[in-house]
């Protein structure tokens, strides 16, 4: 890439990053990635607590499901004493169907217990969406999801929670400030010094814009990546279904691992 088309690329990543806010998942995930500080900041004015010791936060988090759907966390993290929070945010209502906190409830237990655990050692997991419209359209900053037993009213204790926060709301208090601030493009405009801080440094200092730009290119990257291994095992999967080719033929056609074209094997068979 010649000099003149890689300064058009800073500038055009500039712009972007200019216009990020904490809505934006990728920023809002990379401003709290792997900062315990932040993280512990934000889930104590969501879950209204002083006493809260956040000990491991990590972005944009990864879970495979070999046999169904996998999916991506915007925020993974964990307290002392081994509570489990998934914060996801989102700027699209069709982002934050009830379904889709139902899934990653589940997905969020699945991949917690080992072989042989007992199910009694299922940590208490939260799955918080933070919404920038009142998506469940009741006019209440946050939304406290947890089962009952209909007969009486009683909670079902299975430590299982979801809550919506409403990114409209808006108050002279730490969560409507927070909601504030998450739609503010311009960190100088944020009501709390604290997260104002935090995003400064991607949007001003000029080690933070750099490395944005540089998470900006990975990004792009990965996207790109995992649009071809889609669309690769996309070709394997017609393949297969064709039964026509062996496996290792299959393999060889679609650049992927024979490992690979098993595993999808095994998924259609499950499937049908």
Same mark, same amino acid.
């Given at each position: 890439?010649?000099?003149?088309?890689?300064?058009?690329?800073?500038?055009?990543?500039?712009?972007?990053?200019?216009?990020?806010?904490?809505?934006?998942?990728?920023?809002?995930?990379?401003?709290?990635?792997?900062?315990?500080?932040?993280?512990? /900041?934000?889930?104590?004015?969501?879950?209204?607590?002083?006493?809260?010791?956040?000990?491991?936060?990590?972005?944009?988090?990864?879970?495979?499901?070999?046999?169904?759907?996998?999916?991506?966390?915007?925020?993974?993290?964990?307290?002392?004493?081994?509570?489990?929070?998934?914060?996801?945010?989102?700027?699209?209502?069709?982002?934050?169907?009830?379904?889709?906190?139902?899934?990653?409830?589940?997905?969020?237990?699945?991949?917690?217990?080992?072989?042989?655990?007992?199910?009694?050692?299922?940590?208490?997991?939260?799955?918080? /969406?933070?919404?920038?419209?009142?998506?469940?359209?009741?006019?209440?900053?946050?939304?406290?999801?947890?089962?009952?037993?209909?007969?009486?009213?009683?909670?079902?204790?299975?430590?299982?929670?979801?809550?919506?926060?409403?990114?409209?709301?808006?108050?002279?208090?730490?969560?409507?400030?927070?909601?504030?601030?998450?739609?503010?493009?311009?960190?100088?405009?944020?009501?709390?010094? /604290?997260?104002?801080?935090?995003?400064?440094?991607?949007?001003?200092?000029?080690?933070?814009?750099?490395?944005?730009?540089?998470?900006?290119?990975?990004?792009?990257?990965?996207?790109?990546?995992?649009?071809?291994?889609?669309?690769?095992?996309?070709?394997?999967?017609?393949?297969?279904?064709?039964?026509?080719?062996?496996?290792?033929?299959?393999?060889?056609?679609?650049?992927?691992?024979?490992?690979?074209?098993?595993?999808?094997?095994?998924?259609?068979?499950?499937?049908?």
């Amino acid at each position: 890439m010649d000099e003149n088309k890689t300064e058009k690329r800073r500038k055009l990543l500039l712009s972007k990053i200019e216009k990020f806010r904490l809505f934006d998942d990728d920023f809002m995930s990379k401003v709290f990635e792997d900062d315990i500080e932040a993280t512990e /900041f934000l889930l104590k004015i969501i879950l209204q607590r002083d006493d809260l010791e956040v000990i491991e936060s990590k972005g944009q988090v990864s879970i495979k499901n070999l046999l169904g759907r996998s999916i991506r966390l915007d925020i993974k993290a964990k307290d002392k004493s081994g509570k489990l929070y998934n914060i996801e945010v989102q700027r699209a209502d069709e982002g934050a169907e009830e379904k889709r906190a139902r899934y990653y409830s589940s997905i969020l237990d699945a991949n917690t217990l080992l072989p042989g655990q007992d199910f009694n050692d299922l940590p208490e997991t939260y799955v918080i /969406f933070i919404t920038e419209h009142d998506v469940l359209k009741a006019k209440m900053p946050l939304y406290h999801i947890n089962r009952k037993i209909e007969e009486n009213g009683m909670t079902f204790c299975d430590e299982s929670h979801i809550i919506y926060v409403n990114g409209e709301y808006r108050a002279e208090n730490d969560l409507g400030k927070l909601m504030h601030d998450f739609s503010c493009q311009n960190p100088d405009e944020m009501q709390l010094e /604290f997260l104002a801080e935090k995003t400064r440094y991607f949007k001003k200092d000029e080690k933070g814009v750099r490395r944005m730009c540089k998470i900006m290119e990975d990004f792009a990257a990965e996207e790109r990546a995992e649009e071809r291994a889609a669309q690769a095992e996309e070709f394997a999967i017609s393949l297969l279904e064709d039964g026509t080719l062996p496996i290792a033929k299959i393999a060889e056609v679609s650049k992927l691992s024979e490992e690979k074209i098993k595993e999808l094997a095994e998924k259609i068979k499950n499937a049908g």
